[in-house]
């Protein structure tokens, strides 16, 4: 069984530039998550998605970050304007059902963003 | 609020000693509990979870873990550590709630040496 895939797997701009990152979950999987790695921290989950629909989308910061999932399967997640403390990993991961609690989530191998 | 502690940002041990990667949690109600690693370069890979029943909960790579309710502890375990066991480990909770999100401690890095 295929993992969940992410591109790139490495990415360096300058800040105020615009950037995406792309993920396909594991076949079958309905729900995905974003989550953001920052150096010496645990991930923090950005946003969740069912199917195409979002969950959770609190933690994400909405005047630069947006994702979208638009046909149930793989998502974009994108920073625009990027700023210096964006720089983090940025980790892909999907669970089985919609029922969120308790499922194991499935971790990509994340995208490590550097802005400069 | 929820949310995990690991008391140690680092362990080491000697090849083929025991080895304990501790975390505490503090929620309300009972969460459920997970042990994640995570190797150089690489995403999170799964190493067990708690949901109920017997305390001592067993995962792969010979890893396991004990819940202790009283202690409010979900330590990690594995009799006898590898020089392949060396990464970062990561204790995460979620409450029973249809609050889903799993929250994440702030991660262990183990160096086994040979």
């Known amino acids: 069984e295929a993992g969940v895939a992410q591109s790139p797997r490495y990415k360096i701009i300058e800040k105020r530039q615009s950037v995406a990152f792309w993920c396909n979950p594991i076949s079958g999987h309905a729900t995905l998550y974003w989550y953001q790695q920052i150096l010496g921290q645990g991930p923090k989950l950005l946003i969740q998605f069912q199917n195409n629909g979002v969950v959770d989308d609190s933690q994400l910061p909405k005047d630069r970050f947006s994702a979208e999932r638009l046909k149930g399967v793989d998502s974009t997640l994108k920073i625009q304007p990027a700023k210096l403390e964006d720089s983090a990993v940025y980790l892909c991961?999907?669970?089985?059902?919609?029922?969120?609690?308790?499922?194991?989530?499935?971790f990509g191998p994340g995208t490590r963003l550097l802005v400069l | 609020a929820q949310s995990v502690a690991q008391p140690e940002d680092q362990v080491n041990v000697a090849e083929g000693n025991p080895l304990t990667v501790k975390c505490t949690y503090s929620v309300s109600g009972n969460p459920y509990l997970f042990w994640y690693v995570q190797y150089p370069n690489r995403g999170l890979q799964f190493l067990l979870k708690?949901?109920?029943?017997?305390?001592l909960v067993k995962g792969s790579y010979g890893f396991e873990a004990e819940f202790n309710k009283s202690q409010t502890s979900f330590h990690l375990k594995k009799p006898s550590a590898l020089v392949s066991d060396s990464a970062l480990y990561f204790c995460?909770?979620?409450?029973?709630?249809?609050?889903?999100?799993?929250?994440f401690g702030a991660g262990t890095t183990v160096t086994v040496r040979a």
């Open positions: 995460a909770s979620q409450p029973r709630s249809n609050d889903y999100k799993l929250s």
């Open positions: 708690y949901i109920t029943g017997d305390n």
């Open positions: 991961a999907s669970s089985l059902g919609t029922s969120g609690s308790q499922e194991t989530q499935y």
